[in-house]
């Protein structure tokens, strides 16, 4: 890692990516239009980047699907493939500083998340991604002697991949790198409020020789060029990831235009339950205010719901506001800081809407609360904990997406299974136990696709990532992730 020191030199020797990204090369939208992104470290304008909409997707669909029907990525030698993801995990790493630079100014996570978290993340999915790509077997049913039937796993075709800004490049590598493995064509919408590091990876795509037209990147709203995307009647697939509501809009296009798979990993409220026989209180402050104010709050599967059984919940709260002092809002750019700026001002303004309305309703907010460095034009916030929540209350109902952990006591351990499940989210969940029994009665009753113990972690890539109920219905990470991109094809042989 350079020197922190040298991040804004850095900044002045890199170029920003402004343009959408078609079959190998940067272009304009066809309207000229542009979007003014500001940086979320202070506010001041960063770049005008394209307003993409139908007719760019057009252009960019068409170029996917040329290049799919081509056969130039998909019917390539596996190991061939697999070199070239290989090559793309090495460029990233080489160009680690300037992507990192990129995620930080565009989004306001910290330099060193950015750099440690983000990179090593999304290097390691598309070596992971890139190494199953010759082990992926199909099957031979036990059929009669008669037949011979065999199971085959084929790319789908053109795929669209719609992400979130909260971690712009590690969304799109889950993603990408999944459909790539699989052998598809790809066209890419990041966020209009995150568009960069799509554009470099783009960049380092065709470095590494994966073929013009394989890998696409169309900038712009959602309800432009998104909409466009997930309309398109020659994108096969969808992998989104965001909001819930813009979630079930995606199953809508699809059934407006071809019924194209869509696989969808939206939003969440995830609950941790803490039971009075785990006593290291200290271990789970730790652990909850650190995963829970990592990237400002802003997490899916951030633990934005904390039940405390009643008899412990004092103790553990001095605990947690202590190690709460930790995270200090300050420059994303400096070394030593540990809470950076959230995304921009509209959602500034959301997370402190939320703080207001928590302490209208009652909830006692014992730290934090407040906006902070107003005069660097910056989007910072305070790590914020409110106690005395109930779970009827709107802070304990909906995704605020920011710093901002909402505490709820309990008395009994079904009261507690039953407030962790009070939501239409199942994306996350936890508990902290050192009863055994306890441990294995509790996860089987917790609604939700990824369950934590004694512990709380997004896992590693070789487990899936991803949700219950109105969370989504896809799983990114782990082999898993591959079937969303393939079809099944049953092959029937008689034999004479
Ligand atoms: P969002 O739903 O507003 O936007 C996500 C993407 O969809 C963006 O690229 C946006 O431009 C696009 N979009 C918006 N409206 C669209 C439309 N009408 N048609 C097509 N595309 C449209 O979400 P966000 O604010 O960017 O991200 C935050 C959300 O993402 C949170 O709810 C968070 O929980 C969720 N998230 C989920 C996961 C997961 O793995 N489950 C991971 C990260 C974030």
């Known amino acids: 890692m350079v020197d922190k ?25 066809v309207s000229g239009a542009t979007i003014d992104k500001l940086s979320a470290t202070d506010g001041k304008h960063l770049v005008a980047f394209a307003r993409g909409d139908g007719l760019d997707v057009d252009k960019a669909v068409a170029a996917a699907d040329r290049s799919f029907n081509a056969g130039v990525w998909t019917n390539l030698d596996p190991t061939v493939r697999k070199e070239k993801l290989l090559k793309v ?165 699809s059934s407006q235009s071809n019924l194209k798979r869509v696989y969808n990993e939206l939003g969440g409220k995830s609950p941790v339950i803490v039971f009075n026989d785990f006593e290291d209180l200290q271990q789970v402050a730790q652990t909850m205010t650190g995963i829970m104010f990592y990237n400002q709050g802003q997490s899916c599967h951030a633990p934005s719901r904390l039940l405390v059984h009643d008899s412990i919940a004092d103790k ?85 997406f920011g710093p901002v952990l909402s505490v709820i006591r309990f008395k009994t351990e079904a009261e507690a299974i039953a407030i962790a499940n009070d939501t239409e989210y199942g994306l996350a969940a936890g508990l902290w136990s050192n009863n055994i029994n306890r441990v294995h009665r509790v996860i089987p009753q917790l609604k939700a696709g990824m369950v934590n113990v004694n512990d709380y972690s997004s896992g590693n890539l070789t487990v899936p990532f991803g949700g219950f109920k109105q969370s989504g219905n896809g799983r990114d990470k782990s082999i898993h992730a591959l079937d969303k991109y393939l079809e099944l094809k049953t092959v029937c042989i008689k034999l004479y």
């Open 5 to 29: 020191n040298k991040w804004q030199q850095l900044r002045t020797k890199i170029s920003i990516p402004s343009k959408h990204w078609i079959d190998g090369n940067y272009v304009d939208s």
């Open 89 to 253: 995990a090495e460029l990233m790493d080489k160009y680690r500083d300037e992507l990192a630079l990129l995620e930080t100014l565009d989004v306001g996570k910290t330099i060193t998340e950015s750099w440690n978290g983000d990179l090593t993340s999304a290097i390691n999915t598309f070596k992971y991604y890139a190494e199953l790509i010759d082990k992926v077997y199909g099957e031979i049913a036990p059929t009669s002697k008669k037949f011979f039937y065999y199971i085959t796993k084929e790319p789908i075709g053109v795929v669209g991949i719609i992400v979130p800004w909260n971690y712009p490049l590690l969304m799109t590598s889950w993603k990408l790198a999944a459909a790539l493995a699989a052998g598809n064509s790809v066209v890419i919408k990041p966020s209009e409020r995150s568009p960069l590091t799509a554009l470099k990876l783009a960049e380092i795509i065709k470095e590494a020789g994966v073929p013009d037209g394989v890998v696409n990147v169309i900038l712009g709203y959602g309800h432009e060029a998104g909409e466009a995307l997930a309309l398109h009647h020659k994108v096969r697939a969808i992998g989104f990831t965001g909001s819930t509501a813009v979630g079930a809009k995606m199953i809508a296009y």
């Open 316 to 400: 553990l709260l001095e605990h947690m506001v202590a190690c709460a002092k930790n995270y200090i809002p300050d420059d994303p750019l400096l070394e030593q800081t540990t809470l950076g700026a959230v995304i921009d001002e509209k959602h500034l303004q959301r997370i402190l809407g939320y703080i207001d309305i928590g302490k209208n309703n009652g909830a006692n907010c014992i730290y934090g609360g407040n906006r902070v460095h107003n005069a660097t034009g910056g989007y910072y916030v305070e790590p914020t904990i409110f106690d005395n929540v109930t779970q009827q209350m709107q802070i304990a109902q909906e995704e605020i």
